[in-house]
């Protein structure tokens, strides 16, 4: 090769580098701990096919402020160790853009990632889930258990419990079973559960069942013989459908049945077919695909044959519209953010401080489209959930219909139990709560 010949190659590489380096300069990179295959890929193919659909929608649409959003995914199977690894490797933000947020959608994974996200300044999205304690902000700075953490949750079915008794007065001498799968999130809500059973009087029955949850007739047998009022399924994945023909074979009925935030899907209720007619579960956002918002990604990512979803039917299920709404709620933070810091891509700190003053009205809500699928929202440096309400929902056998109107948790009650649980966290691990009042 000439000398000529070499330094115009290695002239070309630099501006190639160049130019490579200025686009990345201009986007905002999502790491995505992702999970498409075990017994939980239900769950992982709809809710990151909706974020992921998504942040391409908002691409189309010219980014956020002109600044692209780009991802890659890591795939976990829901396995913990996996999903640190993923963390490792993908936490230093793709070819020069950096990093927003992470968002792995596991409890497991959220805890073992907790305390690498807080020393690299990296929030650790958590929605519907997550460690409730998290909630504080001021010991917990880069942890958000958007909308519904753990503990509002269970306080939200047992006020609709209580609204079916004719009042929470009524929930004395009660049965209620909550049947949980054996992981750190189905154990999460277990000691909140006895403390509303104290408060109320009524009587609580705690059934673990184990990873994955395909067998649980010993447990629907018990069930049987406790002649329960209420049956609370704390599942994921597999464990649900299983639960739900399970309880048909021992006679109890569907619609004492309450699915909790993450048996809520039509994956979950389909596959048991006639078992599951009658089953009421929450929700933070209805299925469906009226909302403008819905219909834009149709338009400009689906129709377009860039929609990531394998299976178009699943378009507009109660997976792929919570990853549509977890899209919207990381996106608003970036959004809000670089209104402090400008238009450009900006650090997980800064992206923090966007997270912490996230407030979606229904105006906002109305702006994108998402009016009806997002719930009103207003987080803080203390309050990293901001909502704690749900709707109720029933199987008709084939499809969601929502039976509720909002029902909210008692946060009042929770937010002592929350602080207590948050300031030893913060006792054990050294940590100085922030002080929120001086927040900006």
């Known amino acids: 090769m000439s000398k000529r010949s070499l330094l115009s190659g290695l002239a070309l590489a630099i501006s190639l580098s160049a130019a490579f380096t200025a686009q990345a300069a201009n986007e905002q990179y999502f790491p995505l701990q992702s999970y498409r295959v075990g017994p939980y890929a239900a769950g992982g193919t709809g809710f990151f096919g909706g974020f992921i659909d998504y942040l391409k929608y908002v691409n189309a649409k010219g980014g956020v402020d002109g600044v692209k959003l780009t991802w890659s995914e890591c795939e976990t199977e829901y396995v913990v160790e996996k999903g640190v690894e993923c963390y490792e490797r993908l936490k230093k ?4 853009a950096p990093a927003a947020a992470t968002n792995p959608l596991s409890v497991g994974i959220a805890y073992a990632t907790l305390e690498r996200s807080t020393a690299d300044k990296l929030p650790l999205i958590t929605i519907n889930h997550g460690r409730t304690d998290s909630t504080d902000g001021s010991v917990f700075p880069y942890a958000f258990p958007l909308q519904l953490n753990p503990y509002s949750e269970v306080s939200a079915i047992i006020n609709y419990i209580g609204q079916q008794a004719g009042g929470l007065d009524q929930l004395k001498g009660k049965k209620i079973v909550t049947l949980y799968h054996g992981s750190p999130y189905g154990k999460e809500t277990n000691e909140v559960l006895q403390t509303l059973a104290d408060k109320y009087g009524f009587k609580l029955t705690l059934l673990e069942v184990p990873h994955p949850g395909n067998e649980q007739q010993s447990q629907w047998l018990n069930i049987r013989r ?15 459908p299983v639960a739900l023909k399970t309880a048909q074979k021992v006679g109890f009925p569907a619609d004492h049945i309450i699915g909790n935030i993450w048996s809520n899907s039509e994956d979950d209720a389909a596959p048991a077919g006639a078992a599951a007619k009658g089953y009421i579960a929450i929700t933070t956002h209805p299925s469906g695909t009226d909302f403008p918002v819905l219909q834009g990604i149709q338009q400009q990512v689906v129709a377009k044959g860039n929609g990531d979803l394998a299976d178009p039917k699943r378009f507009g299920t109660v997976y792929y519209n919570l990853g549509v709404v977890n899209g919207i709620l990381n996106v608003e933070a970036v959004r809000i953010a670089q209104k402090k810091f400008g238009k450009q891509p900006l ?74 649980s948050s300031h030893q966290y913060a006792r054990e691990k050294g940590i100085t709560p922030r002080d929120c009042t001086q927040d900006s």
């Open 347 to 420: 650090t997980g700190e800064q992206v923090r401080w966007g997270f912490e003053h996230l407030k979606l009205d229904d105006a906002r809500l109305e702006e994108l489209g998402a009016l009806g699928l997002v719930q009103p929202l207003q987080l803080s440096c203390s309050d990293h959930e901001g909502g704690g309400a749900v709707r109720f929902q029933q199987w008709d056998g084939s499809q969601w219909k929502l039976i509720s109107d909002w029902v909210q948790a008692d946060r009042a009650l929770l937010r002592p139990i929350i602080e207590a």
């Open 93 to 96: 933000g793709l070819n020069g």
């Open 226 to 240: 406790e002649k329960p009022d209420w049956v609370i399924l704390r599942g994921w994945g597999v464990m649900n």
